[in-house]
């Protein structure tokens, strides 16, 4: 619909403009800084040279991160928790999701009340912990996958969309042609269902490769610990072991301190880089993932 | 006798379709296992929060408290009791204060960028920072923020004021924490405005233009109402979420110096029951109930609230 556009108008989009490339602005330029300070040399970082785009271009950072043995065992173990367990997430999402979403599933009703019993009484932290160390998994690789097995919320979520767009008739047809439950699932409803696959999987896999509380709380051994305890040591709580640079070229304690200024900002960039390559991928399904598990049902 | 023989009837229907669908109780039986030990299992350990629990005995066998709510009433009695209500209230009011209407601000003006492409790209580039880890953020934050090195400061020193050691002072910390906060969901939590305005029959948006209406007055008439439900709701969910402050996000950027401000009611359980030399976990755990169940009682009392406002609310 064409219409002239009045004088209030233009003020509002010029407002409007101004608003949103302020947010912009906001959002973007620490990104682009933690990147462009990434590729840059220590020096121009620590004299504030880098505004916008790399100073010096280099990847001293780089070959730092990749040089600490510590770092890699991080990243490997994350990606296997994240690999590993967004797998099981999502069968036990379904397993749970599909037959919940049919009707006349006899018992269907008392697996629901559960399911908001638990969404809305949690134990909290010492319960959990006695748990967790009554079925022996502390410092097991298994307790970053088993005790977050299913996220309820997801399963909601889930139901929902497998209520809404695999239609009875299907079923029924399926049912007459002698198609049991296990083949209508892998035939149909899942080949049908692949929005929803594919934004479960990605909040699982983003849950799983962020969690940090529950590795700190019930993993020890060096060896089984996901990156972002590696990260916690090094960019929060400044344990930076000082011979992890000492290959690079270290001429006096300046340096050293400068590299490791560096060391950090690429350390930013590679552990967060997984998901942020991920996501253009599946953001096309949010809107309708989020909207379908949305509080108005 | 008729009764006797419907009753009958329905349970020889219910067999019927139990053995009808027995794959798909095989399907179910995994997960139904798991929520039971993982979700309703530890419900059962709550009760050491009236007993006092020693590990050697174990759950059942700790002997009751005395007086049964004595970790209850130590907890109102704990000299940190105020100061770690007042944070948690403090920074959970200013987060939702402060972070609440910018996502509606944010979709708002988004839904009326005229350009597709650019809309595209704001709204792709502003939801990248939530898949950022709560760790990254935190560091990100000491980066940018640290004396000399950081960004914020270099900054400071370029606009010729004083440099401020964001880390090192205590009263920085609710500001730095509520508006990292903001930047890194702001994006995120517009998804779902951005749908309902989208929702909104175009019709109502050309029979105002037609009486004349200008956008702002479309945005306050049409606009505003229309994501009002979900806005309510939103707000009720949040509100009954006000003492679940980010407890991660508040553990990893406290130190001594902002511990007076930061300290909040789950970092104190945490730090209570298994972070210290002897673990209190009895204690411990009555404080995290205390916490829920204030939380369920602002949830439903919230909830009644917005039901008479706005007719619209959670359940």
């Known amino acids: ?297 | 006798m008729k009764a006797l023989l419907k009753t009958r009837l329905l349970n020889q229907r219910k067999l019927n379709s139990i053995k009808k669908d027995w794959q798909l109780y095989l399907l179910v039986a995994l997960p139904v296992i798991y929520i039971i030990v993982f979700k309703l299992v530890p419900l059962y350990g709550v009760q050491i929060a009236l007993k006092d629990y020693v590990a050697r005995i174990g759950i059942t066998g700790s002997e009751w408290a005395n007086p049964l709510f004595k970790h209850f009433i130590n907890f109102f009695n704990d000299y940190n009791f105020w100061r770690v209500i007042r944070n948690t209230l403090t920074i959970s009011v200013y987060g939702l204060v402060a972070g609440f209407p910018l996502p509606i601000l944010f979709a708002l003006s988004l839904n009326y960028l005229g350009n597709k492409k650019i809309k595209k790209t704001i709204q792709m580039l502003t939801y990248a920072p939530h898949f950022i880890s709560t760790v990254v953020i935190v560091g990100m934050l000491m980066q940018f923020f640290q004396t000399r090195t950081g960004m914020v400061n270099q900054l400071f020193t370029y606009l010729g004021m004083e440099e401020i050691d964001f880390f090192g002072t205590a009263g920085t910390f609710p500001h730095m924490y509520v508006w990292s906060q903001i930047w890194q969901n702001l994006g995120f939590s517009s998804i779902i405005y951005i749908a309902t305005l989208t929702g909104i029959d175009p019709a109502l948006h050309e029979a105002a233009i037609m009486d004349g209406a200008n956008k702002l007055q479309r945005m306050w008439h049409i606009d505003l109402p229309g994501i009002m439900p979900t806005a309510i709701v939103l707000l009720t969910l949040n509100l009954g979420k006000i003492l679940n402050v980010g407890f991660e996000k508040v553990l990893l950027m406290q130190n001594p110096i902002n511990i007076k401000l930061s300290e909040i009611i789950t970092t104190y359980v945490y730090k209570v029951g298994l972070a210290s030399a002897i673990p209190q976990f009895s204690y411990s755990t009555a404080i995290g109930i205390f916490k829920s169940v204030i939380g369920l009682i602002l949830i439903l009392t919230f909830n009644k609230l917005s039901k008479k406002i706005s007719e619209s609310s959670l359940f």
């Open chain 1, 1 to 297: 619909m064409k219409y002239k556009n009045t004088g209030t108008d233009q003020v509002f989009n010029i407002v409007n403009g101004i608003i949103l490339a302020f947010i912009f602005i906001v959002v973007a330029y620490p990104l682009i800084y933690v990147v462009s300070a990434s590729l840059s040399s220590p020096t121009a970082i620590i004299q504030g040279r880098v505004k916008l785009l790399p100073v010096d271009f280099s990847l001293g950072g780089y070959k730092a991160v990749f040089a600490n043995g510590a770092v890699v065992t991080g990243f490997l173990n994350s990606m296997f928790y994240m690999i590993v367990g967004t797998c099981v997430n999502v069968m036990m999402t379904v397993m749970l999701a599909y037959p919940l979403s049919r009707k006349g599933f006899y018992g269907g009703k008392a697996i629901t009340l559960l399911l908001i019993f638990t969404m809305m009484f949690n134990a909290g932290l010492i319960p959990n912990y006695l748990l967790i160390d009554s079925l022996n998994l502390i410092d097991k690789r298994a307790v970053m996958i088993i005790p977050k097995a299913l996220n309820v919320w997801n399963v909601m979520i889930t139901i929902t969309y497998f209520r809404t767009t695999i239609p009875d008739e299907l079923l029924e047809a399926s049912q007459v042609d002698g198609c049991t439950d296990f083949n209508f699932i892998g035939k149909i409803v899942l080949p049908l269902s692949k929005p929803i696959l594919a934004v479960i999987s990605l909040f699982y896999a983003v849950q799983h490769w962020n969690s940090f509380f529950d590795a700190m709380l019930y993993l020890n051994s060096e060896k089984l610990v996901p990156l972002q305890i590696v990260l916690r040591d090094i960019l929060v709580q400044n344990q930076l072991s000082m011979d992890m640079i000492t290959s690079l070229d270290p001429e006096s304690i300046s340096v050293r301190e400068n590299l490791a200024v560096l060391l950090k900002y690429a350390l930013i960039v590679v552990s967060s880089l997984p998901l942020l390559i991920m996501y253009p991928f599946i953001q096309k399904y949010f809107v309708k993932g989020i909207m379908i598990g949305s509080v108005k049902g």
